[in-house]
């Protein structure tokens, strides 16, 4: 594997502003790639806004969706009906009404349990990408979104669970979360994550601030080991700076 970059540090006014970077990012990066694109999703709230906005009239028409595929760095293990379905709300908010139904793929949760789900998840992305080993040269994803929890987690890799120090297997199933919702999870790993072009975490809002402020300090937490074989963007709005730096970059 290539060695990951240190993230670059992007600040923005507020969570509209970052919404809006978010979506000029995603546009640069699906109009790098004349071929077909995989783009990872995340759950929580983070993108909710880029979701909304990527789904809305003025930038829907700028997407070549019969070109992308959509995928998700973890899931809850609830049923596509259940709100806290991570995928669902991106189905809800963007995907249903613009993607081809067979470019989306969602974490299935009808499987037995969170492990069997995960493997099913690693099938499917091994048969995308046409190899069950990743090449460094070639990622599985232009880009991955990420968000941040209060504890450090990203994706549903919590400190200093198993599912962080995972090296071989692309999917993981996670039988208990450390925050809320408090539910099983399947959560891709660090190694699957970080192959792609761009990993790009959206961190906003002044709640964000004490794990943005462990973060930036570089603590060995899930959000900080997790980075791109390409580049790694935090981009953060200004309520989530540490009070020493805000306003100041
Ligand atoms: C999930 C997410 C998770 C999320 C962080 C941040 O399933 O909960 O994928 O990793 O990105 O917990 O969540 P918020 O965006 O809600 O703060």
Redesign the pocket.
Known sequence: MAAAGEPKLIVVADPEALAQAAAERVMALISANPGRIAICL?????PKKLYQLLGSDAWRGKIPWDRVHWFI??E?FVSESDPLN?MAVARATFLDRNAPAGHIHPIPTTAENPDESAEAYARKLKAFYGSDQLDPARPLFDLVL????PDG????LFPGYPAVEETARWVVGVPKAN?APFVP?VSLTLPALASCREMLFEIAGHDKQPILTRLLNGETLPAVRARSNGETVWMVDQAALPEGIRGGR
């Open positions: 995340t759950g929580g709230s983070s760095g973890d809850r991570n990420m968000g941040a929890g987690h990203t994706a549903s925050v999870r």
